[in-house]
């Protein structure tokens, strides 16, 4: 029997083997997984699990069950050792497994602080998988002195939640402001407004020099020369994405495991989806970090495998929950000229990205309205004329006439 197997068992790897299901697919299925765990979200990790207010078993995907039911073999707290394209076989716990068709679905893993500037204390996390708030959580009390390493989506939803909890959080940000890799100044603006009205002390144009503490971290020098005594540290740096099995098994790497417009990798026979993947996008290579993406290229990467010949075309959106902002963006800002912002007096506001007359992406803060807008412009290629947008009065439906 034609035998479909696929490393990862994360996000993208739950979307595709069931979307190869949904597409009737007859033969065996085998979904790796290293976490011993099944297919779970992570958004809510730095959100309402971090929280303390969603149950684990909230997180899955799918219940354990479901799996079974659709005869899908998942293969969990096994992490797949090697890779050998030639010979179509995966190797596990001492094990061979042959397969016809593969994807790899591996993620992507945190960057750490180096051991040298005392990343490897107790004391000190990142917020990646489930393991890492377990550990974290009951560190999270009321007048708790915590610092936060990055100023991205991750080290905000963290510095948010741990201020709600009572924490008294520090947060530094290398570069000139938070969230500058991904937003515009006006975003930033908002977000740093947001922390510090509730009491996060952000300070950005700040590396970290060092850790300080021997049995555990108990403070930090940082570039500007403070120190500061810490109870514990959260690392919010980024991420890498997971290409090892892939590298060390001769595949094309470019940002991630290169594939080309339908998922493919270098090997013929073995597709690639979610944080660990680029594809060609615009004249060049685009990899995504999104629960979007992974759903989506993995969609299409199973339908491929299946024998379609389908091309990826993502259709970005992202959210972050902070406090009670609720922010979601809708297409992807690279080469933006302009800003115009559209505001409310209920609070909304939205940040709409332009190149030219070409509108490129929408930040939408507590304005569902403007990035549902937003989107559908977007993703039908249509732009918004930008007097109009600025203009509160105008309804935001008559954009979608034009
Ligand atoms: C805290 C947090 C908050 C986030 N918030 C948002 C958000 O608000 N919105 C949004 O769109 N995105 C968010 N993301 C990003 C989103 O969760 C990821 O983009 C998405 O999970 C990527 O899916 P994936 O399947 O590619 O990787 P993952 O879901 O990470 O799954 C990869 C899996 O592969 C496994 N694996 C790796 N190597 C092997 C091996 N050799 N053998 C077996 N298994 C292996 C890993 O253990 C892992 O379980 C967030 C991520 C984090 C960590």
């Known amino acids: 029997m034609t035998h479909f197997a696929v490393i990862g068992a994360g996000q993208a790897g739950a979307s595709l083997v069931a979307r190869l299901r949904a597409q009737g697919f007859i033969g065996q299925i085998t979904l790796i997984g290293a976490e011993p765990v099944p297919p779970y979200q992570r958004p809510p990790l730095s959100k309402k699990f971090l929280l303390g207010e969603m149950e684990e078993e909230r997180l899955y995907l799918r219940p354990r069950a479901w799996y079974a039911e659709n005869d899908i073999t998942l293969r969990l707290g096994d992490a797949v050792e090697a890779l050998v394209p030639a010979a179509r076989e995966i190797v596990l716990g001492g094990e061979v497994l042959r397969y016809d068709a593969l994807a790899l679905t591996t993620g992507s893993v945190p960057r750490h602080l180096p051991a040298a500037l005392?990343?490897?204390?107790?004391?000190v996390f990142c917020v990646r998988g489930l393991p890492d708030i377990e550990a974290l959580a009951p560190h999270v009390r009321p007048g708790a002195r915590a610092l936060i390493v990055g100023g991205g989506y991750i080290g905000l939803e963290a510095a948010a939640v741990l201020a709600s909890r009572g924490v008294q959080v520090t947060l530094v940000e290398m570069a000139e402001r938070i969230l500058q890799r991904v937003a515009a100044p006006?975003?930033?603006?908002?977000?740093?407004?947001?922390?510090?009205?509730?009491?996060?002390?952000?300070?950005?144009?700040?590396?970290?020099?060092?850790?300080?503490?021997?049995?555990g971290v108990h403070g930090a020098v940082l570039s500007d020369g403070t120190h500061l005594d810490l109870d514990f540290v959260v690392v919010g740096t980024g991420i890498l994405p997971d290409q090892r099995l892939a590298e060390e098994a001769g595949l094309r790497i470019e940002n991630g495991i290169a594939c080309d417009a339908s998922c493919r990798t270098s090997d013929a026979t073995i597709w690639a989806a979610g944080d660990c993947a680029s594809f060609p996008h615009r004249?060049?290579?685009?990899?995504?970090?999104?629960?979007?993406?992974?759903?989506?290229?993995?969609?299409?990467?199973?339908d491929n495998m299946m024998g379609q010949t389908r091309a990826y075309d993502p259709k970005p959106w992202f959210w972050s929950d902070q406090y009670d902002v609720k922010l979601q963006i809708a297409g992807l800002n690279t080469g933006y000229d302009r800003i115009v912002t559209r505001r409310d007096d209920r609070g909304a506001r939205s940040h709409w990205y332009y190149d030219g007359d070409r509108l490129l992406a929408v930040d939408a803060m507590n304005d569902p309205r403007g990035y549902m807008v937003g989107k559908r412009l977007i993703d039908a290629g249509k732009t918004a004329d930008p007097a109009k947008v600025a203009d509160p009065t105008v309804d935001l439906k008559e954009l979608m006439k034009g």
């Not at 005392?118 to 004391?123: I, M, R, S, V």
């Not at 977000?191 to 060092?210: D, M, S």
């Open 118 to 123: 005392g990343g490897a204390l107790p004391g």
């Open 186 to 215: 006006q975003t930033s603006d908002y977000f740093r407004a947001l922390h510090q009205a509730n009491g996060v002390k952000i300070l950005e144009g700040t590396g970290l020099e060092r850790l300080l503490g021997e049995d």
């Open 283 to 302: 004249g060049g290579r685009l990899r995504l970090e999104s629960v979007q993406n992974a759903i989506d290229m993995a969609e299409c990467a199973a």
